[in-house]
């Protein structure tokens, strides 16, 4: 039984909240308020990640942070086969490329522009909002070459992206002119195992952003 540390709001967590559900692992989910009560900042908590981060998966003892590791470590000990982060060194390359993508320049320009205005109600930065738009531009050009962001089949690197992609639709980011990964975000909406689990988490962000 894995312990998930998580809360709906963070797209981190959600990554891994939508592939638990499509690996039908059961995980005992344990919420986080980090607004009001901190629950990151306890001793507790700390001993099992000190960098204080969510989400934080413990299995059975084995405690691992990082989102992007956590979808790794899941499909490697939970998963059938290994189709969602194939053993196969080139293609894993490419999900983890695409997985490298989304957390430092996708999730990270996203982050950059939107949160000092979320989060500190400050004006939007212009040169910023051109960065978010070159990800977003280099997004849509993986997506000319491939049905799913690494290849033909679901990854876990479309998991990443998903709950990245997600939170910008819910910022109302315009992403009308961006073909590929329109065709990609309805494709993810009907065959992507487990995506439902990211719909609690996407109705709240609306919520907080109205
Ligand atoms: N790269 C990390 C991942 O993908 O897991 C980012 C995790 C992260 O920053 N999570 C936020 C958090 O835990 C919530 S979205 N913040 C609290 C803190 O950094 O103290």
């Known amino acids: 039984m894995c312990d998930l540390y998580y809360t709906p709001l963070s797209p981190p967590c959600r990554s891994v909240l939508m592939l638990g559900k499509a690996l039908g692992i059961r995980m005992h989910l344990k919420a986080m308020d980090m607004a009001e009560k901190k629950d990151h900042m306890t001793p507790e908590f700390l001993k099992l990640n000190p960098q204080h ?11 691992l942070w990082e989102s992007r590791a956590i979808l790794g470590y899941l499909v490697d000990k939970y998963a059938k086969n290994d189709s969602l982060y194939p053993k196969d060194p080139k293609k894993r390359a490419v999900v983890d490329q695409r997985l490298y993508f989304d957390m430092g320049t996708l999730y990270k320009r ?13 004006p939007a930065d212009p040169e910023n909002f051109k960065k978010l738009e070159e990800a977003v531009e280099l997004l849509d050009l993986f997506l000319s070459k491939s049905k799913y962001v690494a290849g033909d089949k679901a990854t876990i690197a479309d998991y990443a992206l998903i709950s990245t992609f997600s939170t910008l639709e819910a910022a109302e980011y315009d992403f009308s002119r961006f073909h590929n990964i329109i065709q990609w975000y309805d494709l993810c909406k009907k065959t992507l195992a487990g995506i439902e689990a990211n719909e609690e988490g996407i109705r709240l962000v609306k919520e907080r952003l109205e």
């Open 110 to 122: 996203l982050g950059d522009y939107y949160f000092p205005q979320m989060r500190m109600n400050l």
């Open 53 to 63: 981060t969510i989400p934080t998966l413990v299995d059975n003892g084995f405690s």
